[in-house]
């Protein structure tokens, strides 16, 4: 009988492991996928800063432009 209760006690044991090492494989990808949509996100608010500066850039010569005529 002895023989069969390590058995089990093996196969729960397996299990266990397995189930932790795809609950780390899922962290990982969420992770992943965070970290990929902070990156979006940065690049999205870099392209707008750029956006703003070249609109203020043209502002400023429209502006000149005018004070010179």
């Known amino acids: ?4 209760l ?3 006690a093996f196969e729960q044991e ?3 492991e397995e189930e932790e090492e ?3 494989e899922e962290e990982k990808e969420e992770e992943k996928e965070e970290e990929e949509q902070e990156e979006e996100q940065e690049e ?3 392209e707008e800063q750029e956006e703003e500066q070249e609109e203020e850039e043209e502002g400023r010569k429209e502006k000149s432009l005018k ?3």
């Open 1 to 4: 009988m002895r023989p069969v």
């Open 6 to 8: 390590t058995f089990i």
């Open 14 to 16: 397996e299990e266990e």
């Open 22 to 24: 795809e609950e780390k």
């Open 44 to 46: 999205e608010e870099e």
């Open 67 to 69: 004070n010179t005529e």
